[in-house]
């Protein structure tokens, strides 16, 4: 297992369009997060899954982000109709959890977004 | 990030302790974590703590936690200039629905010089 994969590492787009990045977590990982993270700041908290069921989305996430992990695998993060201001690096991590206990998260390298 | 506060920027030498210093605002956290992130890489957890334990040791590291006023510290023990990375620290939590979530500060940046 190579751990926690996200896909492209780097993406560059016009204002409008629509971006789709893929998080890979490690194979026998229950839990998977988006995260985004500015310069200068720490991760901020996107939305989460527990196999196939997103648990929470942020309140401060707008409609136009969407994600899934149809399988209960891998997932997608989409942005629609990408603003300068959705520019950041766009973290996945994974976990295995139940209950109560500790957590402790693995991350990808994750994808940097450029909206020009 | 708001939940959970870190200072922004640490500056020691090389061989001097480091204390990283985390203040969070919710008394249901079950578990502390410390993250480090190096230039260009993605986090990696160093260490955590259980919130009815108050210290916690492993190698160069020690963890003390003082649940009390909701305050978290991290020391550092002989750093070397390979510590030289943004530490974050994190909290987990129950959100509405009971699940646990993980939530994470603003990060200090340790700058260990030679």
């Not at chain 1, 839990?31 to 401060?60: D, H, V």
């Not at chain 1, 992990?69 to 991590?93: H, N, V, W």
């Not at chain 2, 870190?6 to 079950?30: A, H, K, M, P």
């Not at chain 2, 979530?101 to 260990?112: A, D, E, I, R």
Request: glycine share 8%.
């Amino acid at each position: 297992d190579t751990g926690v994969s996200q896909d492209p590492r780097h993406k560059i787009t016009k204002r409008g369009q629509n971006v789709t990045f893929r998080c890979d977590p490690i194979s026998e990982h229950n839990r998977l997060y988006w995260y985004r993270q500015t310069l200068g700041q720490g991760p901020e908290f996107l939305t989460y899954f527990q196999n196939e069921a997103q648990l929470e989305k942020s309140r401060l996430l707008s409609d136009r982000f969407s994600a899934e992990r149809p399988k209960g695998s891998f997932s997608t993060l989409e942005i629609q109709r990408t603003e300068q201001g959705d520019s950041a690096m766009y973290l996945c991590a994974s976990s295995f959890h139940w209950g109560t206990g500790d957590e402790k998260l693995f991350f990808g390298s994750g994808t940097q977004l450029s909206v020009l | 990030g708001e939940d959970v506060e870190q200072s922004l920027f640490l500056s020691v030498r090389e061989g001097d302790s480091s204390v990283i210093n985390c203040t969070y605002t919710d008394s249901s956290s079950t578990y502390l974590y410390w993250y480090k992130q190096e230039p260009g890489a993605g986090l990696q957890l160093l260490t955590y703590i259980f919130s009815n334990m108050d210290m916690k040791q492993d190698q160069r590291l020690t963890v003390l936690l003082n649940k009390k006023d909701k305050h978290l510290s991290l020391r550092i023990a002989d750093t070397q200039t390979g510590d030289s990375a943004i530490y974050f620290c994190a909290e987990s939590r129950a959100n509405s629905g009971g699940y646990q979530k993980v939530t994470f500060g603003t990060g200090t940046k340790l700058q260990v010089i030679p």
